[in-house]
């Protein structure tokens, strides 16, 4: 019946985005290393009322391409008109829709806490559970990385919470599709010709 | 073969096979003018940079050629922001060429900068900066490429002074690679064979017609669908012309302002076969109550237009000369080669049903205070030589030109749809002339719309470029005030302009044109063909038209199409 690809069924993430209940989609977009790319994918969201929930940019191995990956309000409008608009911009060249179901996800989180001497063992406690790093130690506080997904990234700002946050800093998330080993189907990629 | 970066511009303006610039020269772009001299493109300079994209925009809608403007940096690329928003909602394709100040400036707020690629970004297919002389062929070659190809479009190029200055050895590339672009044109067989069965079955099925049609150079295609089918045709405002008014499958305009038939026809279809239209919601009226039973096949070239607005139960991408082709082929093919057209002679005497209780009308008695616009219009259809050019600005005077002009061709109505661009009809008129000096060419405008970009007369005397223009003057910006006594309790609130200031006759006179006033219905018709007669300079017809005529039928704003109103020539009944 289409021509334009299948439809992905948007999902909840957990913790506390989905209680606010918004539902967020990862996009991966391809596109060409070239000045003003990022303000013109940014332009298109803010001209078509689309969300950007976190975006994250980086140049690829193939230094004349970057990647951008952009999660995305499906609130605000149907992922397939998202990426419909995105593939007008010339200067991309790929978008990769993944499902979180079956996607390798990364972020980083960098976290000031309060820690004075007694706090201080409880919170290296939840840093050797969460395989964190301690980056950097001051008298009463200290600097904390985790890179891990989004999830865990939640369940251990919720922990380190209780000692109170100074200051939380994420990066926004990278996502690949899974390696295919048979079962998943991966990220569904649209080339230019849809 | 050493050039400078402005050389190697022009040069690959003569390589794209341009033959005219619309432009007005200025301190960033003023190297580029130089070889404008030895170039073999005419150039001609317009009074305001807003007229040279207009221009450009009507050079473009009469010869589906993409117009070129070229504009100096800062307010002259800022004048020029409106066309490049209108030519990106009409789908019209164009190249602006803007001067920059030098890369060593740009980001220091230097005289005469704005940042033109961050401001027109939304508003073009794309644009480039370029920062190297040896970068001009290339994007000159990637700006038309994308213009024209996939869905038209305007785009832009921002030539800093420095890179116009700057050395640089001569080449042609031969070929456009752009990973990024690559549209599709060929619809896909089974969405076709599956659109085929789907029109074989309908019973009260409508091709909805949209300037993609025009665009795509497919009238000759439609026709032979549609006379295949015997489906009827609603051509919409960007669309006229596309099929002929003429022919008796011809239902004309749909919309806000449709007539009665067309709209309501669309209302009562079980399908609706779209042809490079775009379900604007001033064809559709209220989304939710429009044409409910119909179901859709949608044909875009633009694969984000499908199911953006309405559901398309059959999406196909492609050109639409070549679905519109491959479709007729397929009625006689496979499956649907084997399914016999459901009867539609009912559906059809259903229609003719309408157009004979609700055909366009009006007081042709001439009650009220001045001239009948519509007569006007009529009397200006019917002497003007077959296959003349109509071009428009916004507002009454727009729709009762699309109602009451006789379109048979395409390419010859320019108007400005998706944007609604008042002062359009003059510059895009004398760009149509410059694009067909073959033809008539008239424009008919309001006194609203005049004001706006009148002073490009000067422009069209100066070049001898023969338009004509019939100045609809009902004192009023006729559209709001109908929109005041109809939906604000006759508040009319700024809308009134003035019958004799200016005095137009004076003013176009002025700007060196042949100029006359009408005022009474007698006079109509010879003043028309004096002016017929005239082909050494523009000419203005001031028609004193009344200020109280309405534009009917109209679906009022956030309405279904089903609340049609009529108007006072049917005694206010539907």
């Known amino acids: ?194 | 073969m050493k050039l400078t970066g402005a050389q190697a511009l022009i040069k690959s303006l003569e390589m794209q096979g341009v033959e005219v610039i619309f432009g007005l020269p200025g301190g960033a772009i003023l190297p580029v003018y130089d070889p404008i001299i030895d170039s073999p493109i005419r150039h001609i300079l317009v009074r305001h940079e807003q007229g040279a994209g207009h221009m450009a925009e009507g050079y473009a809608q009469v010869t589906n050629r993409p117009g070129v403007a070229m504009v100096t940096s800062g307010p002259a690329a800022t004048n020029i922001v409106t066309p490049l928003a209108n030519a990106y909602m009409d789908s019209t394709p164009m190249v602006v060429i803007t001067g920059q100040v030098a890369t060593s400036s740009i980001g220091t707020d230097a005289f005469q900068e704005a940042d033109t690629t961050g401001i027109t970004m939304s508003i073009t297919k794309h644009n480039w900066l370029i920062t190297d002389a040896a970068e001009i062929p290339e994007v000159v070659a990637e700006a038309f490429h994308v213009a024209t190809n996939g869905r038209p479009g305007p785009v832009l190029i921002d030539v800093p002074k420095d890179v116009s200055n700057q050395m640089m050895d001569w080449y042609w590339p031969d070929a456009v690679d752009l990973p990024g672009f690559k549209p599709t044109t060929k619809g896909h067989p089974r969405s076709i064979q599956a659109a085929a069965r789907m029109i074989k079955e309908a019973r009260r099925p409508v091709l909805y017609v949209g300037g993609g049609v025009i665009r795509a150079g497919a009238s000759r295609a439609l026709l032979t669908l549609a006379e295949k089918t015997g489906i009827p045709v609603v051509t919409t405002l960007m669309a006229r012309g596309a099929f002929p008014d003429s022919h008796p499958l011809c239902l004309g305009m749909p919309g806000m302002h449709g007539n009665y038939s067309a709209v309501t026809a669309m209302q009562k279809s079980d399908l609706l076969v779209t042809l490079g239209a775009r379900f604007d919601d001033r064809v559709t009226g209220k989304l939710s109550g429009f044409a409910p039973e119909a179901k859709v096949i949608h044909v875009d070239i633009d694969p984000a237009e499908l199911s953006k607005i309405r559901h398309a139960d059959i999406p196909i991408v492609g050109d639409v000369r070549s679905v519109i082709e491959d479709l007729i082929e397929a009625l006689d093919k496979g499956e649907a080669g084997e399914m016999v057209q459901a009867d539609l002679a009912p559906w059809i005497s259903r229609i003719r049903e309408w157009q004979k209780l609700y055909p366009l009308s009006y007081d042709r008695d001439g009650s009220g205070n001045g001239l009948k616009p519509q007569y006007v219009i009529e009397t200006l259809s019917s002497l003007t030589p077959e296959g003349s050019i109509l071009a428009s600005g916004v507002g009454q005077h727009q729709m009762w030109a699309s109602q009451y002009w006789r379109f048979d061709h395409p390419n010859a109505w320019v108007n400005s749809g998706g944007l609604g661009t008042m002062g359009y009809a003059v510059p895009a008129s004398i760009g149509a002339k410059v694009g067909r000096p073959d033809k008539v060419v008239w424009a008919v405008d309001g006194d609203g719309c005049f004001q706006m970009t009148a002073q490009e007369l000067v422009t069209a005397s100066a070049e001898r470029i023969p338009v004509k223009i019939a100045l609809l003057n009902n004192a009023y910006l006729g559209m709001v005030r109908q929109w005041q006594e109809m939906f604000y309790d006759q508040r009319y609130s700024e809308v009134y302009l003035s019958p004799d200031l200016p005095d137009y006759v004076k003013w176009a006179e002025a700007m060196g044109c042949v100029a006359l006033r009408v005022e009474a219905p007698e006079e109509v018709a010879p003043a028309i063909e004096k002016a017929n007669d005239i082909n050494d300079r523009p000419v203005v017809i001031e028609f004193r038209i009344d200020s109280g005529e309405k534009v009917y039928p109209m679906v009022p704003a956030g309405a279904s199409n089903d609340e049609i109103v009529l108007g006072p020539s049917y005694g206010g009944a539907r």
């Open chain 1, 1 to 194: 019946m289409t021509n334009i690809g299948p439809s992905i069924v948007p999902m909840s993430l957990p913790g506390g985005r989905s209680s606010r209940g918004v539902s967020l989609h990862v996009l991966s977009v391809l596109v060409e290393n070239r000045a003003g790319v990022l303000a013109r994918v940014a332009q298109l969201f803010s001209r078509r009322g689309y969300n950007i929930y976190s975006l994250a940019v980086a140049p690829t191995d193939d230094e004349r391409f970057s990647r951008l990956t952009v999660v995305v309000d499906l609130e605000s409008a149907p992922l397939e008109q998202i990426t419909k608009q995105l593939h007008k911009l010339i200067n991309v060249i790929k978008i990769t829709e993944i499902d979180p179901v079956d996607a390798v996800e990364q972020e980083l989180l960098l976290a000031v806490v309060a820690a004075d001497v007694s706090s201080r063992g409880q919170i290296l406690e939840l840093v050797g559970i969460f395989g964190a790093k301690v980056l950097d130690v001051g008298l009463e506080r200290l600097t904390l990385a985790l890179a891990d997904t989004p999830e865990k990234l939640d369940d251990f700002t919720e922990l380190i919470k209780v000692f109170g946050l100074i200051e939380v800093q994420r990066s926004g998330r990278v996502a690949l599709a899974k390696l295919n080993r048979g079962g998943g189907r991966g990220g569904i990629s649209r080339g230019k010709a849809s």
